[in-house]
Structures are given as C-alpha cells and as structure tokens.
C-alpha cells in the first residue's frame, strides 16, 4: 500500500483529506471535503487505509477553489461530504471536488452525503414552490457524479430525481442494537413518531423490536397562522412507558421539544430520542 506525503495547505485554506488504497482488483480513493473530516478520518481508519491532504481554498470573496494533489485518472473516487451545518458552502464545495475530479479524468465518482441537502423540498407543495432536492440531483449529476450514497433520505421519492444509481442507507438497524443495548426497560417501551410523516419509520421500529408504536400530531389552537400550537398523541398510550422518540432531522428542536412535552404530559416514565441527523 502506497503513503504519501502531506501537502501545506495554502494561506485562508483548510485542508480536506484523500485516502488511496488499493484492492486485489482495482484502486479507488476516498476524498473528503470540509463539511465532516472526522467521519472521513473514521472511514479511512476503518477500511485501513491513508489519508493524504488535499488543500480547499476559500477566498475572501467567498469562492472556493480545491487543488487535489494526487491524481485521479482512471480511479474509482469515493467523496465524502455532507449537507449538514454550512449547507450552500458544503454542497458548492461537493460539486467542485466532482468535477474537479471529473476533469482530471477520474474513471467513475461516488458522492457519499450522509445528510442530503434541501430534503425537505422533494415536493411542490404550495403554489410555485421550487422542488429544490431535483435541482440538487440534477446539479449533481451534471457537475461529472456516476453514484450517490445518502443515508435516511427525508423524503424517499428523492432516489426517482436521479438518472444514476442511488443507494439510500438507512439508520433503524444501527437504531435498534442502540435501544437494545443503551436504554433500559426498552422491552416495556413504546416508539414515537413526533408527526404523521415518520410514522413508517416508527413503526418498522417497533415491530423489530417487538413493542408498540405511538404518533404525535402537530397541530394549531385557531385557524391563524399565527396561532399557538401544541401535540396531541394521534396512535398509542405511552401512560408509564419508556417512549423512544425517532426522526429522521432536527432542525431548530422545536418539534422535539413539544413532542418531549406531551409525551410527560401524558405520563411516559422517560423518554429517549434518537435522530439521525443533527
């Protein structure tokens, strides 16, 4: 297995991470961006293989520029970067390494973005609403990507945007060895959806683990938009049951925060919450 020497990143830059390895049959590189190094440095621990530097440049105009400093012809590139946090930096960022890759004559590219950016606006859902997650795929694609690998997709229509492969990972067995091991009394628990739209997730949790499901309705005191909002439990009774809360995002915590409410109002014993992205 080949090492190679790190690069200095270049004044008002950060440095992103590249790893080579090399299997029986063919090389492949992972590449990292910015929004999450510690999940690139994990990967490559984990498949055992080295990291080397790649510089991303941000200039004060806020253009970014990245200089990988292998090269990647004819490889299998794999690029790990999320959606999360700095979402509009992260995702230019993303399809600059893309084609900076493509251009470079990379043989085939995998985007890996655990936490897929603008998930939530898979629809049109109002008049002239823009259906922003097709406008990523398509970005996407464009920019040179053959495959994408995302995890827990909001929406799983999203896969359908896409003329290329996606493969959408999914958290629930991760979630479930978590409760089985992490939480107490688990089998005398109860799995809560905070709103009607997770309401497959919860209950494909529930029947893992062999307990009941319950379901949280968000819903106004008034026709105003301006109105007070509460919860009111829609499916199950979590009286004296340890209610695990699962969802895919949280955002501001809102949601979370009411649904944690309700749930002790209704008189749940304790309450858990696991959520995939943060």
Known sequence: MDRYAPVTSAANSSPAVLARGRGMQSLWL???GNSHPEL??????????????????KFSNGEINVKISESVRDEDVFIIQSGC???NDNFMELLILISACKTASARRITAVIPCFPYARMDKKDKSRAPITAKLVANMLVVAGCDHVITMDLHASQIQGFFDIPVDNLWSEPLMVG?????????????????????????????????????????????????????????????????????????????????????????????????????
């Open 85 to 87: 946090d700095d979402v």
């Open 178 to 278: 978590y409760i089985k091991r992490e939480i107490a009394g688990w089998r005398d628990g109860i799995i809560v959806s905070p709103d009607a739209g997770g309401a497959k997730r919860a209950t494909a949790m529930a029947d893992k683990l062999g307990v009941e499901f319950a379901i949280i309705h968000r819903k106004r005191n008034g026709k105003s938009l301006s109105a007070p909002e509460h919860m009111e439990i829609l499916v199950g009774d979590v009286q004296d049951k340890v209610a695990i809360l699962v969802d895919d995002m949280i955002d501001t915590g809102n949601t979370l925060t009411m649904a944690v409410k309700t749930l002790h109002e209704k008189g749940a014993k304790s309450i858990y919450a696991l959520i995939s992205h943060v």
């Open 30 to 32: 992972i590449l990292a």
């Open 40 to 57: 690139a440095q994990a990967v490559a621990e984990r498949l055992n293989v080295p990291l080397v530097p790649v510089t991303v440049k």
